[in-house]
């Protein structure tokens, strides 16, 4: 955190975001854990309870940008301070855009709930849990200012990328399969790629601590392992 200010008042201030960042990140855990759930047991009161909680996070998001603006026109910070402000509401967008996610896969779990069970669906709440590690550590990190602990995720999101392609091509599979698998699978395609992009807002978050420790941007390029985009199946000609 940064060095201890003359007005008491500001040092309070500056906590206070980072506060509401922590507490964001808290929620998106907890929103992002109760979705895989939802998912896992079929159980549509809980995902509707995921989808109610997503206003709290935009609430919070509010406060932290109003007491931004707040700093930003009273304080005129300057070096680290203004590197806390900068980054903050940077996160604080990320973590808000994850719970937005969570809140799809939870929406898609209620239909696909409506749905027979298909064996495809067990492979998704392993991604989640992926996704939730990559969440929870880089959360860690920002609490703990720990810029090689950031990194450590922000490389970790290529196993996510590279379990959402693998997915990405199951799910393809099961439909030409079985055109009576499309209406589900088309469900988790949606799942899986909005707990992909989970892991894309979790290392922005990582690139924004970086900044924030060291004042400097991070200049390796983002590992990707999505290549879903250049996924060609082909039907089984043999099936019958």
Known sequence: MPAEHIVKSYDEELTRLGNVIVEMGGLAESQLSSAIDAVAKRDSTLAASVVEADAQVDELQRELDNLAIRLLALRQPVAQDLREIFAATKIAADLERICDYAANVAKRSIALAQTPPIQPVHALPRMGTLALALVKDVIDAYVERNADKALEVWR?????????????????????????????CTHLLFMAKNIERIGDHATNIAEDLYYLVHGTPLTEVRPKGDKSSLEVVAPDRTAR
């Open 156 to 184: 970790r999101d290529e196993e996510l990328d590279e379990m959402y392609s693998s997915l990405f091509r199951e799910f393809l599979t099961y439909m030409m399969e079985d055109p009576r698998n499309i209406g589900a």
